[in-house]
């Protein structure tokens, strides 16, 4: 039981130091492949068991090692943020996995912006126009196609790795720059690069064939750029660690309520073991 209870707070560590670590540049992959496989882990160990079942043993087994030796709670979760940090580390650099998709992340204050090249001057540049009656026609699963803020993207490859599943075939052959803004992070924008082909040509006979934005869309646009650009979808790191610390508080309270020797029937004890 006290080793349960210790993962589970070594676990809560290794969560947090995630996210610290996509908080700062040099750091900012290795703390996107740590929430990949903390938030993805259920998707982890079916694709990939075996480095899903090295990653955890040597976490489990290094929290352990450190506990027995040190006796100390705060060492082993310690050591095991530590360990759990290099494994994951190895395994990137040994690329045991997809993480070529999971690690090229690239920040962005706003959805209207691009880090690196912007895609759409690359699209300008190096790639032919591509006419909206031909983005219609590749709407199959064996041959998707869809538009990304005037960017022709093929996603046939990709579809089936979808991390959101299927759902992305739904929009083979239409313009999805508004549902792409508003599931994915803006700093998803810079994976787009490998999936653009073109860019839509915006030429009057094809824009007859082109849904017409309502004003609606537009004022919904608008109005999720400002709150973006103001801050208000940022994770509040402040907000997880009060959070995790009342979990925790809590916590100890119930087990202290539960061992502590107390007057028999007491209400205490009553309340601790609800």
Same mark, same amino acid.
């Given at each position: 039981?006290?080793?349960? *209870?210790?993962?589970?707070?070594?676990?809560?560590?290794?969560?947090?130091?995630?996210?610290?670590? /996509?908080?700062?540049?040099?750091?900012?992959?290795?703390? %996107?492949?740590?929430?990949?496989?903390?938030? /993805?882990?259920?998707?982890?160990?079916?694709?990939?068991?075996?480095?899903?079942?090295?990653?955890?043993?040597?976490?489990?087994?290094?929290?352990?090692?450190?506990?027995?030796?040190?006796?100390?709670?705060?060492?082993?979760?310690?050591?095991?943020?530590?360990?759990?940090?290099?494994?994951?580390?190895?395994?990137?650099?040994?690329?045991?996995?997809?993480?070529?998709?999971?690690?090229?992340?690239?920040?962005?204050?706003? +959805?209207?912006?691009?880090?690196?090249? =912007?895609?759409?001057?690359?699209?300008?540049?190096?790639?032919? =126009?591509?006419?909206?009656?031909?983005?219609?026609?590749?709407?199959?699963?064996? %041959?998707?196609?869809?538009?990304?803020?005037?960017?022709?993207? =093929?996603?046939?490859?990709?579809?089936?790795?979808? +991390?959101?599943?299927?759902?992305?075939?739904? *929009?083979?052959?239409? %313009?999805?720059?508004?549902?792409?803004?508003?599931?994915?992070?803006?700093?998803?924008?810079?994976?787009?690069?490998? *999936?653009?082909?073109?860019?839509? %040509?915006?030429?009057?006979?094809? @824009?007859?064939?082109?849904?017409?934005?309502?004003?609606?869309?537009?004022?919904?646009?608008?109005?999720?750029?400002?709150?973006?650009?103001?801050?208000?979808?940022?994770?509040?790191?402040?907000?997880?660690?009060?959070?995790?610390?009342?979990?925790?508080?809590? @916590?100890?309270?119930?087990?202290?309520?539960?061992?502590? +020797?107390?007057?028999?029937?007491?209400?205490?004890?009553?309340?601790?073991?609800?």
């Amino acid at each position: 039981l006290a080793f349960q *209870f210790l993962s589970v707070l070594a676990g809560i560590a290794y969560i947090c130091a995630g996210n610290l670590c /996509r908080r700062w540049g040099p750091t900012r992959r290795l703390g %996107d492949v740590i929430t990949d496989r903390t938030m /993805r882990a259920a998707h982890n160990w079916a694709e990939w068991p075996v480095r899903s079942l090295v990653e955890t043993g040597t976490w489990l087994l290094s929290i352990y090692a450190s506990s027995i030796l040190s006796g100390s709670m705060l060492a082993a979760m310690g050591c095991g943020t530590l360990a759990g940090c290099a494994i994951v580390s190895f395994s990137t650099v040994l690329r045991w996995g997809p993480e070529s998709q999971t690690s090229q992340v690239a920040h962005s204050s706003s +959805p209207s912006t691009f880090q690196g090249p =912007d895609l759409r001057q690359k699209a300008s540049r190096d790639f032919k =126009d591509i006419k909206w009656v031909e983005v219609v026609s590749h709407n199959t699963p064996d %041959d998707a196609w869809l538009v990304v803020d005037d960017v022709v993207l =093929d996603v046939t490859a990709f579809a089936p790795h979808h +991390p959101g599943g299927s759902i992305i075939l739904k *929009f083979a052959g239409t %313009d999805a720059s508004d549902q792409f803004a508003a599931f994915h992070r803006p700093r998803v924008r810079a994976r787009l690069n490998q *999936f653009a082909i073109g860019k839509l %040509d915006k030429e009057i006979s094809d @824009a007859e064939a082109m849904d017409k934005a309502s004003s609606a869309t537009l004022e919904y646009r608008a109005l999720r750029e400002r709150l973006w650009k103001e801050g208000y979808f940022e994770p509040s790191m402040r907000y997880f660690v009060v959070k995790a610390c009342i979990g925790f508080g809590l @916590a100890v309270l119930a087990v202290a309520l539960v061992l502590v +020797p107390l007057p028999p029937g007491s209400w205490c004890r009553c309340m601790g073991a609800g």
